[in-house]
């Protein structure tokens, strides 16, 4: 069973349906208990960082993501649930994220480019990855920030925009990306399943 966490932040029901699509059971919960229990958990997320930090922390489920994310099952952030893993962002001066990878999340430097960076974008890859596709596959963004990870061993994939931009991060059985798997097409849905094969 894989827990989507749901912290009133949306993209949810993409997401599910995506994992219904693969046929992986999946819910859609802010329960402690069922995300504690799940077999792997999703952290998915629009929106700003401030606002879904305060929403995690005021539904108590800052620390339920913590251990979900401690590295003992699957986990997965999507687009702002990446962001939230990291422990602070230019977007929101002075909220403080999960701090589950050390670094932060910065805006995208302007270059003349449109941000947010929205759209079909490749991807490259620094290493071997667990869930992600070798080659250079395209994936689908919505975003103005980008992390930077303290631990550049960390990074899983980069992409090209007015400079090279690290949007995927994994450490074990943690995984993240800023790009949104369940928008990817069958490249996505490829992550996704071997998201649910790890």
């Not at 827990?3 to 349906?17: E, F, Q």
């Not at 979900?68 to 952030?77: E, I, N, Q, V, W």
């Not at 943690?174 to 798997?181: E, G, L, S, Y």
Request: hydrophobic share 40%.
């Amino acid at each position: 069973m894989v827990a989507i966490v749901d912290y009133g932040a949306g993209n949810l029901h993409s997401v599910k349906n995506a994992l219904d699509h693969l046929g992986a059971g999946s819910v859609i919960t802010s329960d402690r208990e069922q995300i504690l229990a799940a077999d792997r958990v999703i952290l998915p997320g629009v929106g700003a960082f401030g606002d879904a930090m305060r929403s995690l922390n005021e539904n108590g489920l800052a620390d339920v993501v913590r251990s979900a994310a401690d590295g003992s099952k699957p986990f997965l952030g999507i687009c702002l649930g990446l962001q939230l893993l990291f422990e602070s962002s230019e977007e929101s001066p002075g909220a403080e994220g999960l701090g589950i990878f050390k670094g932060s999340v910065v805006r995208i430097p302007d270059r003349g480019l449109k941000i947010p960076h929205m759209g079909w974008n490749n991807i490259s890859l620094p290493k071997k990855s667990a869930i992600l596709p070798e080659g250079e596959p395209f994936v689908y963004f919505v975003h103005s920030y980008y992390i930077r990870p303290e631990d550049e061993s960390e990074i899983s994939a980069y992409t090209e925009y007015g400079g090279r931009l690290a949007v995927a991060v994994e450490r074990g059985m943690v995984f993240a990306t800023q790009f949104h798997p369940e928008k990817s097409g069958e490249v996505g849905m490829e992550i996704l399943k071997r998201f649910l094969e790890v």
